[in-house]
């Protein structure tokens, strides 16, 4: 079985445009807590505090033995010299929160911490929200605990328009095993 990875990544650009007014926006999240993000034009802000910011949630698609998967793919950067203790990524736009990745020791090189989730079969029934036409809304919680005690929780939201799915879906091609 020959395992390669999807050629594609598509990543949030937090890219923002010179004509888009930006607007604070919020949304319900897993336990009922509303959570603002700031927003310009399709794109949202970099989750941050005064220890963390959030550059990375995003899919990257992956083939093995002619099937197609997803995975997550998530960073962050350190404001300031640190220990990691851990990190948990959480999907919490639904009712209850879905656990993406747990990183148990996390290394930072040099000042950032990136990471990939496991893989997810590429199916209507294991993540419908790709399939569908219009956009896809996710919010991912890091809780990412230091080893000196210190906490954060940041949330982040992620867009995914119909461009962007399509684009995911051609990189992937048709599955070829029978």
């Known amino acids: ?25 919020s949304f319900r999240v897993a336990g009922g807590e509303r959570i603002s993000f700031e927003k310009v034009g399709a794109s949202f802000g970099r989750a941050e ?22 995975r997550w793919q998530f960073g962050f950067r350190v404001k300031q010299p640190t220990k990691l203790q851990s990190v948990v990524v959480e999907e919490v736009s ?16 040099g000042i950032e911490w990136t990471k990939r989730s496991g893989l997810t079969r590429v199916e209507q029934g294991t993540v419908p929200w790709f399939f569908d036409s219009g956009s896809t809304l996710r919010i991912f919680r890091f809780s990412i ?11 982040q939201a ?21």
């Open 1 to 25: 079985m020959t395992k390669s990875a999807g050629a594609g990544l598509i990543s949030l650009g937090f890219l923002i445009g010179c004509a888009h007014q930006a607007a604070t926006v």
């Open 49 to 70: 505090n005064s220890r963390f910011v959030i550059t990375e949630s995003g899919l990257t698609t992956y083939r093995e033995g002619g099937r197609n998967y997803l």
């Open 94 to 109: 639904g009712a209850q929160p879905l656990l993406i990745l747990k990183d148990l020791a996390p290394v930072i090189t």
């Open 145 to 155: 605990n230091e080893a000196d005690g210190e906490r954060s929780t940041l949330y």
């Open 158 to 178: 992620a867009l995914f328009d119909k461009k962007a799915k399509d684009a995911l879906r051609y990189q992937m091609g048709p599955e070829t095993a029978g």
